[in-house]
């Protein structure tokens, strides 16, 4: 059979897939072999011996390819004669096999493992999303033997920004950062139903030009605000998130409102679920003012609404599937916004929309009821103005999860006490040179640095372990052909009808193949962090499997590319990564700081009203 590869997007990301990496990723050789898909092939030899068919109930349904909900991809367990399917066992590399054992594979698979599949699927497939029913097989990120989860949580020490006044324009109060509204609320210079009101009207105007936006919260976001002035006039202060607006990725779940995770499938779907990152922003006293575009199924930036685009250059869509929480904090709509990343969707839409934002640790951050791609590989993050707010973030959400058996609390140090004059810092060679001279003029010794590993099918491990997942939580969903009505084609639909022919025993290589890259990542780690690109594949790949944290700093701009005019304000942005090793969030974190304590790329405001002289968007779905 003839491999071949082209460009494909794979989980929440565009990637391209050398053809390499996808040989590299089939060849895993052994196999448990689970045939309902595989004898209707063309590929067929003809036998005398007598054959079992899994034929399905209604073949008329069969050969439209239309097995619809009332009978989702169920077949008999007829014996017929038919000839064996070479052609399946071709796909699980199998060829080993001589005839006598296919068939008997065969007979063994339609006596013994469908039953076991069937009840399975009946057991814990009946709703899809991943929202129920975990699995027990739990990825821990962590290096250290000793676990830290009951460790005492340290109260961290804040800056208080000095002098800090009410702007006369909206425009200015909406690009400040968390700690600077916070200084607000609490001088009484600016109550949260009027800093709410502010978001609200952005969110309005903005997020149909941006397509950013799936539901706005307008109640509840009034209802929290005076709540949080309420305890403020009573002298009852929560923290820092007390009174901010902010915004969540669309398959976080908030009862009473649509969670739609992108996908036509599930436009209407209302969760009576409280997740638990929202239950926690709750209890800081921030105020959810909208729900933002995830891609379809998290995956990519296309939804059932359009395609989110990018602030910096409104032509250009966002990429990744947190594109709504990428662009929204971009463009000032919200102060800080909630996304996710399971391979690039927080890393690439920040690094398009040019904001700062931490993908944590693995397993920092809860992830109960927010939908679920991979459990091993699922990560929620903040976007934000600044580093300095995404440790204000990741300190109200962090924690253990109680039904998230992948929580933990991890260690997470001060980012304000570290002594950055003590770290070794690496720098690869597609790093920012920017960020190391600012950082080697702070003090920190900055040296040349290579992550070094010998495995050689990274990308093909992470498609593997991230497609099976995701198959498993949307079981229901392909076998009831709701994949048909899929925003893009060419995404979830083909890599997760491939996912079927993985079989389990090449599933569980993948893991001991990932088992042996973290091992080689933890004894090469040698630096306290690192810098280097965002937003590569292999990176994106590496950080994904392992488990480690990247903090996506804007580093400056360029010019857009076939630019309409000399003088047009579109950009694109330029960023870099700065990561560490699991639980080291505070040391990234601490050397964004750092960088952009000197630097004011983190504050630039994209033209989303001006694009300058000379500069009309073509074609653009929606006016300005």
Same mark, same amino acid.
């Given at each position: 059979?003839?491999?071949?590869?082209?460009?494909?997007?794979?989980?929440?990301?565009?990637?391209?897939?050398?053809?390499?990496?996808?040989?590299?990723?089939?060849?895993?050789?052994?196999? *448990?072999?689970?045939?309902?898909?595989?004898?209707?092939?063309?590929?067929?030899?003809?036998?005398?011996?007598?054959?079992?068919?899994?034929?399905?109930?209604?073949?008329?349904?069969?050969?439209?390819?239309?097995?619809?909900?009332?009978?989702?991809?169920?077949?008999?367990?007829?014996?017929?004669?038919?000839?064996?399917?070479?052609?399946?066992?071709?796909?699980?590399?199998?060829?080993?096999?001589?005839?006598?054992?296919?068939?008997?594979?065969?007979?063994?698979?339609?006596?013994?493992?469908?039953?076991?599949?069937?009840?399975?699927?009946?057991?814990?497939?009946?709703?899809?999303?991943?929202?129920?029913?975990?699995?027990?097989?739990?990825?821990?990120?962590?290096?250290?033997?000793?676990?830290?989860?009951?460790?005492?949580?340290?109260?961290?020490?804040?800056?208080?920004?000095?002098?800090?006044?009410?702007?006369?324009?909206?425009?200015?109060?909406?690009?400040?950062?968390?700690?600077?509204?916070?200084?607000?609320?609490?001088?009484?210079?600016?109550?949260?139903?009027?800093?709410?009101?502010?978001?609200?009207?952005?969110?309005?105007?903005?997020?149909?030009?941006?397509?950013? *936006?799936?539901?706005?919260?307008?109640?509840?976001?009034?209802?929290?605000?005076?709540?949080?002035?309420?305890?403020?006039?009573?002298?009852?202060?929560?923290?820092?998130?007390?009174?901010?607006?902010?915004?969540?990725?669309?398959?976080?779940?908030?009862?009473?409102?649509?969670?739609?995770?992108?996908?036509?499938?599930?436009?209407?779907?209302?969760?009576?679920?409280?997740?638990?990152?929202?239950?926690?922003?709750?209890?800081?006293?921030?105020?959810?003012?909208?729900?933002?575009?995830?891609?379809?199924?998290?995956?990519?930036?296309?939804?059932?609404?359009?395609?989110?685009?990018?602030?910096?250059?409104?032509?250009?869509?966002?990429?990744?599937?947190?594109?709504?929480?990428?662009?929204?904090?971009?463009?000032?709509?919200?102060?800080?916004?909630?996304?996710?990343?399971?391979?690039?969707?927080?890393?690439?839409?920040?690094?398009?929309?040019?904001?700062?934002?931490?993908?944590?640790?693995?397993?920092?951050?809860?992830?109960?009821?927010?939908?679920?791609?991979?459990?091993?590989?699922?990560?929620?993050?903040?976007?934000?103005?600044?580093?300095?707010?995404?440790?204000?973030?990741?300190?109200?959400?962090?924690?253990?999860?109680?039904?998230?058996?992948?929580?933990?609390?991890?260690?997470?140090?001060?980012?304000?006490?570290?002594?950055?004059?003590?770290?070794?810092?690496?720098?690869?060679?597609?790093?920012?040179?920017?960020?190391?001279?600012?950082?080697?003029?702070?003090?920190?010794?900055?040296?040349?640095?290579?992550?070094?590993?010998?495995?050689?099918?990274?990308?093909?491990?992470?498609?593997?372990?991230?497609? *099976?997942?995701?198959?498993?939580?949307?079981?229901?969903?392909?076998?009831?052909?709701?994949?048909?009505?899929?925003?893009?084609?060419?995404?979830?639909?083909?890599?997760?009808?491939?996912?079927?022919?993985?079989?389990?025993?090449?599933?569980?290589?993948?893991?001991?193949?990932?088992?042996?890259?973290?091992?080689?990542?933890?004894?090469?780690?040698?630096?306290?962090?690192?810098?280097?690109?965002?937003?590569?594949?292999?990176?994106?790949?590496?950080?994904?499997?392992?488990?480690?944290?990247?903090?996506?700093?804007?580093?400056?701009?360029?010019?857009?590319?076939?630019?309409?005019?000399?003088?047009?304000?579109?950009?694109?942005?330029?960023?870099?990564?700065?990561?560490?090793?699991?639980?080291?969030?505070?040391?990234?974190?601490?050397?964004?700081?750092?960088?952009?304590?000197?630097?004011?790329?983190?504050?630039?405001?994209?033209?989303?009203?001006?694009?300058?002289?000379?500069?009309?968007?073509?074609?653009?779905?929606?006016?300005?």
């Amino acid at each position: 059979m003839a491999c071949y590869a082209a460009s494909e997007k794979g989980g929440d990301v565009f990637f391209p897939i050398p053809a390499r990496s996808v040989r590299r990723s089939l060849r895993l050789p052994m196999f *448990v072999l689970v045939f309902t898909l595989l004898l209707n092939s063309n590929c067929v030899s003809s036998y005398s011996s007598g054959y079992w068919d899994f034929t399905c109930n209604n073949s008329t349904d069969m050969e439209r390819g239309k097995l619809g909900p009332q009978n989702p991809g169920v077949c008999s367990g007829k014996a017929t004669h038919l000839p064996v399917c070479e052609c399946g066992f071709k796909m699980l590399d199998s060829c080993f096999l001589n005839k006598n054992k296919m068939l008997e594979i065969e007979k063994g698979a339609n006596d013994f493992n469908i039953p076991i599949i069937r009840s399975n699927r009946m057991l814990v497939a009946s709703i899809d999303g991943g929202l129920h029913k975990p699995s027990c097989l739990v990825f821990n990120s962590a290096w250290k033997a000793r676990q830290l989860e009951h460790e005492p949580n340290k109260k961290l020490n804040y800056p208080s920004p000095a002098g800090i006044q009410r702007p006369k324009s909206d425009e200015d109060i909406a690009f400040m950062s968390i700690l600077e509204l916070g200084q607000l609320l609490k001088a009484n210079l600016i109550t949260s139903v009027e800093l709410t009101g502010i978001f609200l009207k952005r969110l309005k105007r903005y997020g149909p030009v941006l397509e950013s *936006v799936v539901t706005i919260t307008e109640e509840l976001a009034y209802k929290q605000a005076k709540e949080a002035d309420q305890l403020l006039a009573e002298g009852k202060y929560l923290g820092p998130l007390h009174g901010i607006p902010y915004g969540l990725k669309d398959i976080i779940a908030v009862p009473n409102y649509t969670t739609t995770w992108g996908s036509t499938s599930f436009k209407v779907q209302v969760l009576d679920i409280e997740a638990w990152v929202y239950k926690r922003l709750k209890s800081a006293g921030a105020v959810l003012v909208a729900k933002l575009v995830t891609g379809s199924l998290a995956y990519d930036d296309i939804w059932f609404g359009g395609r989110t685009r990018n602030p910096w250059n409104i032509e250009e869509y966002s990429t990744g599937s947190s594109a709504g929480p990428a662009s929204c904090t971009s463009a000032g709509l919200v102060p800080f916004a909630i996304g996710s990343e399971t391979s690039g969707s927080i890393t690439y839409p920040a690094s398009r929309c040019g904001v700062t934002a931490l993908r944590p640790t693995f397993g920092a951050v809860g992830r109960t009821g927010v939908m679920s791609i991979a459990e091993s590989l699922d990560k929620l993050g903040p976007f934000c103005r600044n580093s300095v707010d995404c440790v204000v973030v990741l300190d109200a959400i962090r924690g253990k999860d109680p039904d998230d058996v992948s929580s933990r609390d991890i260690s997470f140090g001060d980012p304000f006490s570290v002594d950055i004059t003590k770290l070794t810092v690496g720098y690869l060679e597609d790093a920012e040179l920017e960020v190391v001279h600012v950082l080697q003029s702070k003090g920190v010794n900055m040296v040349p640095f290579n992550l070094s590993y010998t495995v050689d099918s990274v990308q093909g491990i992470l498609n593997f372990t991230m497609d *099976v997942e995701m198959l498993a939580h949307f079981d229901k969903w392909q076998r009831s052909n709701l994949d048909d009505e899929y925003e893009a084609q060419d995404q979830w639909p083909i890599e997760l009808r491939r996912a079927r022919a993985i079989s389990a025993v090449d599933y569980f290589q993948a893991q001991r193949a990932r088992g042996i890259l973290i091992k080689q990542v933890r004894e090469s780690f040698s630096v306290d962090a690192f810098i280097g690109n965002a937003t590569d594949w292999e990176k994106v790949c590496v950080g994904n499997l392992v488990g480690f944290p990247v903090v996506v700093v804007p580093t400056g701009f360029k010019k857009i590319s076939d630019a309409p005019s000399n003088d047009t304000r579109r950009r694109t942005t330029i960023t870099t990564g700065i990561y560490a090793p699991p639980d080291r969030d505070h040391v990234a974190l601490a050397l964004a700081i750092a960088y952009q304590s000197v630097t004011n790329h983190h504050k630039q405001r994209p033209p989303i009203d001006d694009l300058g002289p000379n500069d009309p968007i073509p074609e653009s779905p929606k006016s300005l």
